[in-house]
């Protein structure tokens, strides 16, 4: 029986460890609604994760706004300052669409244009399953996810609620889906 018992209990600890050992980098967001964190997944996505931290340690994200909520599909953010200006970034990122993440809901994912690899700082938060944006999608790629909310999905709840209006940008005209009151980005912090 003493046997089986710490056969149990190394088993188990084996498993904690492993569990332990995938675990990836955590970010904690603040926000003028409430705070998020997430985990990233350095390993299914490394050249998204490494951009994403580098901005996250640079302080990029502090003072951004999530411009563009749709409720029932994602809360984009990270590139634009309160005033709707876009903020420079650094030198797009390869996509890692086919890491085989899915666009579930809380999972987050980099924003980019209709070029596969034009991702830059920009990030959005699946409010929904979005199986449309998984790889492969209608257009041959998708978006790449590299990792997902692990506390305040509340936080998350609250901003995809928020009213919303277009709204009129300083270089690009229009803008539709921007909060009506302003959703800030206070803090990205890598959590240790």
Known sequence: MRKLFSLVILSASLCFLATSAQAGPKVEFKTNLGNFVIEVDAEKAPKTSANFLNYV????YNGTVFHRVIDGFMIQGGGFTQDLNQKATDAPVISEAQNGLKNQTYTIAMARTSDPDSATAQFFINVRDNPGLDYPNAMGNGYTVFGRVISGNQTID???????MVASTPKMGRMADVPSKAVIIESATILK
């Open 57 to 60: 340690k640079t302080g990029f």
């Open 158 to 164: 609250s901003i995809r609620k928020v009213q919303t």
